[in-house]
């Protein structure tokens, strides 16, 4: 299974955005200031699409990703 990390700037802001994940029921691992998703071929389009979309609002509303 392939696994998709994404770094942070300390471990506060990785668990701030790990937990607004997971109210968006997306599951994801926190290892400092990584998180790690795993794919899968289970996963649709629209799951990617909704995980990036939430990735993007949350990041945003955090001030990490600016758009």
Same mark, same amino acid.
Do not use: M, Y
């Given at each position: 299974?392939?696994? +998709? ?8 802001? +990785?668990?701030?955005?790990? $937990? ?13 200031? $990584?998180? $790690? ?23 945003? +509303? ?6």
């Amino acid at each position: 299974t392939p696994l +998709a990390v994404v770094s942070f700037n300390n471990n506060e802001e +990785a668990g701030e955005f790990t $937990r607004k994940l997971i109210d968006e029921q997306i599951i994801v691992g926190q290892k400092k200031e $990584r998180i $790690r998703l795993c794919l899968s071929v289970e996963h649709s389009k629209e799951d990617l699409d909704f995980c990036l979309h939430k990735f993007e609002v949350i990041g945003n +509303a955090l001030g990490i990703v600016k758009t």
